[in-house]
């Protein structure tokens, strides 16, 4: 939820910082801004739109400077406008921060600021402290970073920050406590964003900041403290992210991109992790705390959206072949709700981006009353991996279109291999079920591949329902969760009202919204519910609903009562989510794209929900 950038070098900032946002921009796009410090006059250009509307608003004036912020928003205080856009700006310009999170104590330090003199043009917390920081700089006469370091002693809310002080021209100074900042390490340069994306091109060693800490950026020195001023020596770590995976490449949009990778960036998410025998599965990330798996009481899944959906196939999956009891839980409703945390329960935080604030506290809470903690999470060095006990990567590459695609398939696969292989460990499954089970598994990127061939006719299929008010997808078993995942997908990039339900809940109310303008999606391929399913198709049928199935390949019986139906390659039923879930996607970016929706940057979105 909004990117930051800033660079500080001796290269001119401004093409930095504009490439750095524009690769930022999934974190947020109702405004955009930067300040670049040119000899030590500041210039700060900002503007609603996106970042191509910031780039004309440059377009012949000033861009010069070595040293430079930058800001992409998602509006939390004030609506998206001119004024309300990042950069903000001191009342007597001596500091110009950008921020992503909230201040939630602004109306109060507003409040006292006010008393003192200070007037404010925004409505936004950020430039409440940005006053607040030059308050202290003029009133105490201190360094601009402990004018920084005293004024986040007196803040309540999250922050990842960088500022400029332009009395002090020479430097950046950047903080986090909840929201991620990454800062990039040149030779006499230093650059800095939400996450390592803007960075990759230039150099591949980073400094993830941690919660509580101040760097202080020159031109030829990182310097890290805490709030107490007490100094942190940096951990570096090399970050390996291929460049050819953050661009679009000959796709139109990165949500086709996304979708189109996922038999590779599945493949990777088990590259390494079967051994070469196909006999065995190795998760390193959790092999120290695998016999305290294995004997969990019960599993607590936490996760939010998309992967909370993953979450919910995970619940299928420990249940029938570890034998585990599994909760799944809105990590919102979860952090807050004072559940019971028994010792011998094993909380699975899932995320994609590793960020989302209500997983990151629901995490924190469970771990504070002793329970193991595991994450699923795909974006390498971000905060969830680093505050949980143990876990696994899903390697399936950036994702960047704010829809996750390849993110949750890659999620079910993790989880799939975890049940598997603590379903051996318990002695719940046979060596043979576990072997076949894993040559089922790797069987799932060819049979996303086939079923992506059949892309011009899920098209089609699009086309005939781009204009619907409303959907409705059911499923049942694994492929319920499915259902929900499908709904989503559909109303978040296409705007069009869609719910996901248990086939057999439709009897319970649903039922009364079908009619002949109703398209009702339909998982049905063959598993131990595929009876049950069919009749339910008769139900819709009989109220005149529109029925597309998703059908096992050669499904007769489905289609002559079906309007449309997608054939999808024949799998294990507890593997069919990873493949059932692709017409799904597809359909879903064909409506938006048909109805002329920004289908990467979807309204009201933003891709890394760091504020709760
Ligand atoms: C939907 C979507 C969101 C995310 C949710 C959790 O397509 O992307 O629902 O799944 O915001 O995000 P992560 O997985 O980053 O915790």
């Given at each position: 939820?909004?990117?930051?950038?800033?660079?500080?070098?001796?290269?001119?900032?401004?093409?930095?910082?504009?490439?750095?946002?524009?690769?930022?921009?999934?974190?947020?796009?109702?405004?955009?801004?930067?300040?670049?410090?040119?000899?030590?006059?500041?210039?700060?250009?900002?503007?609603?739109?996106?970042?191509?509307?910031?780039?004309?608003?440059?377009?012949?004036?000033?861009?010069?400077?070595?040293?430079?912020?930058?800001?992409?928003?998602?509006?939390?205080?004030?609506?998206?406008?001119?004024?309300?856009?990042?950069?903000?700006?001191?009342?007597?310009?001596?500091?110009?921060?950008?921020?992503?999170?909230?201040?939630?104590?602004?109306?109060?330090?507003?409040?006292?600021?006010?008393?003192?003199?200070?007037?404010?043009?925004?409505?936004?917390?950020?430039?409440?402290?940005?006053?607040?920081?030059?308050?202290?700089?003029?009133?105490?006469?201190?360094?601009?970073?402990?004018?920084?370091?005293?004024?986040?002693?007196?803040?309540?809310?999250?922050?990842?920050?960088?500022?400029?002080?332009?009395?002090?021209?020479?430097?950046?100074?950047?903080?986090?406590?909840?929201?991620?900042?990454?800062?990039?390490?040149?030779?006499?340069?230093?650059?800095?964003?939400?996450?390592?994306?803007?960075?990759?091109?230039?150099?591949?060693?980073?400094?993830?900041?941690?919660?509580?800490?101040?760097?202080?950026?020159?031109?030829?020195?990182?310097?890290?403290?805490?709030?107490?001023?007490?100094?942190?020596?940096?951990?570096?770590?090399?970050?390996?992210?291929?460049?050819?995976?953050?661009?679009?490449?000959?796709?139109?949009?990165?949500?086709?991109?996304?979708?189109?990778?996922?038999?590779?960036?599945?493949?990777?998410?088990?590259r390494g992790r079967i051994n070469?025998?196909?006999?065995?599965?190795?998760?390193?990330?959790?092999t120290e705390v695998l016999p305290?798996?294995?004997?969990?009481?019960?599993?607590?899944?936490?996760?939010?959206?998309?992967?909370?959906?993953?979450?919910?196939?995970?619940?299928?999956?420990?249940?029938?072949?570890?034998?585990?009891?599994?909760?799944?839980?809105?990590?919102?409703?979860?952090?807050?709700?004072?559940?019971?945390?028994?010792?011998?329960?094993?909380?699975?935080?899932?995320?994609?981006?590793?960020?989302?604030?209500?997983?990151?506290?629901?995490?924190?809470?469970?771990?504070?009353?002793?329970?193991?903690?595991?994450?699923?999470?795909?974006?390498?060095?971000?905060?969830?991996?680093?505050?949980?006990?143990?876990?696994?990567?899903?390697?399936?590459?950036?994702?960047?279109?704010?829809?996750?695609?390849?993110?949750?398939?890659?999620?079910?696969?993790?989880?799939?291999?975890?049940?598997?292989?603590?379903?051996?460990?318990?002695?719940?499954?046979?060596?043979?079920?576990?072997?076949?089970?894993?040559?089922?598994?790797?069987?799932?990127?060819?049979?996303?591949?086939?079923?992506?061939?059949?892309?011009?006719?899920?098209?089609?299929?699009?086309?005939?329902?781009?204009?619907?008010?409303?959907?409705?997808?059911?499923?049942?078993?694994?492929?319920?969760?499915?259902?929900?995942?499908?709904?989503?997908?559909?109303?978040?990039?296409?705007?069009?009202?869609?719910?996901?339900?248990?086939?057999?809940?439709?009897?319970?109310?649903?039922?009364?919204?079908?009619?002949?303008?109703?398209?009702?999606?339909?998982?049905?391929?063959?598993?131990?519910?595929?009876?049950?399913?069919?009749?339910?198709?008769?139900?819709?049928?009989?109220?005149?609903?529109?029925v597309i199935a998703i059908v096992?390949?050669?499904?007769?019986?489905?289609?002559?009562?079906?309007?449309?139906?997608?054939?999808?390659?024949?799998?294990?039923?507890?593997?069919?989510?990873?493949?059932?879930?692709?017409?799904?996607?597809?359909?879903?970016?064909?409506?938006?794209?048909?109805?002329?929706?920004?289908?990467?940057?979807?309204?009201?979105?933003?891709?890394?929900?760091?504020?709760?």
């Amino acid at each position: 939820m909004c990117g930051i950038v800033g660079y500080i070098g001796s290269r001119t900032a401004y093409p930095i910082l504009i490439k750095g946002l524009q690769r930022l921009e999934y974190r947020g796009y109702d405004s955009a801004g930067i300040a670049l410090l040119d000899n030590n006059n500041v210039n700060v250009y900002k503007c609603k739109g996106k970042v191509r509307d910031l780039e004309q608003l440059t377009n012949g004036n000033p861009i010069g400077g070595t040293i430079g912020i930058g800001h992409t928003r998602w509006a939390t205080h004030g609506i998206p406008n001119d004024v309300n856009a990042h950069p903000h700006t001191s009342m007597n310009g001596k500091f110009v921060v950008v921020h992503n999170g909230i201040i939630e104590n602004f109306a109060h330090l507003r409040n006292e600021l006010i008393s003192r003199g200070y007037s404010f043009k925004s409505e936004t917390d950020t430039e409440v402290l940005a006053c607040l920081i030059e308050n202290i700089y003029t009133s105490t006469n201190v360094s601009a970073e402990t004018a920084v370091r005293i004024a986040l002693t007196k803040v309540v809310g999250a922050y990842g920050l960088v500022v400029i002080c332009t009395t002090e021209p020479n430097k950046l100074i950047a903080a986090r406590k909840g929201s991620p900042l990454v800062i990039g390490m040149g030779h006499g340069e230093y650059f800095i964003a939400s996450d390592a994306t803007p960075i990759v091109e230039y150099t591949d060693q980073m400094v993830y900041l941690n919660d509580g800490e101040i760097a202080i950026l020159t031109n030829d020195n990182l310097n890290i403290t805490n709030l107490n001023d007490e100094r942190k020596d940096p951990n570096v770590t090399t970050v390996d992210i291929n460049i050819d995976n953050i661009d679009k490449g000959d796709y139109e949009h990165y949500m086709l991109k996304e979708i189109h990778e996922q038999p590779i960036s599945l493949s990777d998410t088990f590259r390494g992790r079967i051994n070469p025998d196909l006999k065995q599965i190795n998760l390193g990330g959790i092999t120290e705390v695998l016999p305290r798996i294995s004997n969990a009481k019960r599993i607590i899944i936490v996760a939010c959206g998309t992967s909370y959906h993953a979450g919910l196939v995970g619940e299928y999956l420990f249940e029938e072949y570890a034998r585990i009891p599994v909760e799944v839980e809105y990590a919102s409703e979860f952090r807050y709700r004072n559940p019971i945390i028994n010792a011998g329960d094993v909380i699975i935080a899932i995320s994609q981006s590793g960020e989302t604030a209500d997983t990151l506290a629901a995490i924190r809470m469970a771990k504070e009353q002793g329970a193991l903690i595991l994450g699923i999470c795909n974006v390498a060095g971000s905060s969830i991996p680093r505050e949980t006990h143990a876990g696994i990567y899903t390697h399936a590459g950036p994702e960047i279109g704010v829809a996750s695609t390849k993110a949750f398939t890659a999620q079910v696969m993790v989880l799939t291999m975890m049940a598997f292989l603590i379903g051996k460990k318990r002695n719940i499954i046979s060596t043979e079920k576990y072997e076949e089970m894993i040559s089922n598994m790797l069987k799932v990127p060819q049979s996303i591949e086939a079923l992506m061939k059949n892309e011009a006719h899920i098209r089609e299929i699009a086309h005939l329902y781009k204009d619907a008010t409303n959907a409705i997808y059911l499923g049942r078993g694994y492929l319920y969760p499915v259902a929900l995942e499908g709904a989503l997908k559909l109303k978040e990039i296409s705007y069009i009202h869609a719910e996901g339900y248990p086939a057999a809940e439709m009897k319970h109310g649903p039922i009364a919204l079908i009619d002949q303008n109703m398209p009702v999606f339909v998982l049905a391929t063959k598993d131990k519910y595929y009876e049950k399913i069919v009749n339910n198709i008769q139900e819709v049928k009989a109220r005149r609903g529109q029925v597309i199935a998703i059908v096992s390949e050669g499904d007769e019986t489905i289609r002559k009562m079906a309007d449309h139906v997608i054939e999808v390659p024949n799998i294990d039923e507890a593997l069919m989510p990873l493949i059932a879930v692709v017409p799904l996607q597809i359909i879903s970016y064909y409506v938006a794209v048909m109805r002329g929706c920004n289908v990467d940057q979807p309204r009201n979105l933003a891709k890394s929900v760091t504020v709760e």
